[in-house]
């Protein structure tokens, strides 16, 4: 699938196939913007000729990143198509990947290559997902892998199996929520709660996901009913 600017000069994005589990779906590369010359690749998918062709003529590849414990299977596709970049991994993908060689973790706070630019929390108290969310000043974005899918009728490239699985079981299908790895594994609901609160205190208008229909309508209203579990856990 193409590459495809999103917000002009700022946001591109790219959907790409993913078999998991016996399910098929898609996630969602973004290339970010973050100086005049500069770009971040989010969430990379595999860099061919084709894209890394299209991805170099808007500008320099300084920065890939794998914002999620599920999100780091094309980085050193990514690495090698742009040796130069530096690497910055979510929280526990060193030990999923230790041969990935990186330069950095992510936290809650923006280094300086992309810092009032780019926001981002790291979403803490749970047993089997972690994640790093970002917040694009710019054009007021939010950016999530796992901690919102949102499947729906018009989702495309899904298959029977996933279908059922998010339509019987989790009953996601239509109604955005937490990927099932967080819903079953909200540990500490209320370090989980303060990571969520900081990121609704971001004034976002927009959700760009990995998986699903993109949220371009009431994002913080939809975003407060997909965390509602974690987010009403007592101090």
């Known amino acids: 699938m193409p590459l495809t600017e999103y917000l002009p000069g700022q946001l591109w994005l790219q959907e790409y196939p993913i078999h998991f589990a016996g399910c098929d779906f898609n996630a969602r590369m973004a290339v970010i913007r973050v100086s005049d010359t500069e770009l971040m690749l989010h969430s990379p998918c595999e860099i061919d000729s084709e ?3 299209v991805i ?8 890939i990143v794998a914002p999620g414990s599920y999100h780091h299977l094309y ?3 990514a690495q090698a198509a742009f040796p130069d970049a530096e690497t910055y991994i979510c929280p526990g993908i060193e030990r999923k990947r230790p041969e ?3 330069d950095w973790f992510l936290g809650d706070r923006p280094p300086e290559a992309w810092a009032g630019v780019l926001d981002q929390v790291l979403v803490r108290g749970n047993k089997f997902i972690w994640e ?3 917040f694009h000043r710019p054009s007021k974005t939010l950016l999530l892998v796992d901690l919102i899918e949102n499947f729906t009728d018009e989702t495309p490239d899904v298959n029977w199996l996933l279908t059922l699985w998010w339509k019987v079981v989790f009953r996601m299908w239509n109604h955005p929520k937490p990927a099932p790895e967080y819903q079953m594994g909200w540990r500490d609901k209320v370090a989980a709660r303060r990571s969520l609160s900081k990121i609704l205190e971001w004034d976002f208008e927009r959700i ?4 699903g229909d993109l949220i371009e309508t009431d994002a913080k209203q939809r975003a407060l009913e997909a965390w509602k579990k974690p987010l009403s ?3």
């Open 56 to 63: 170099t003529e808007l500008g320099d590849v300084a920065y």
């Open 132 to 134: 790093v969310v970002f």
């Open 208 to 211: 760009v996901l990995s998986h």
């Open 75 to 77: 980085i050193p596709s």
């Open 100 to 102: 990935i060689d990186f």
């Open 51 to 53: 894209t890394k062709k």
């Open 233 to 235: 856990a007592p101090e």
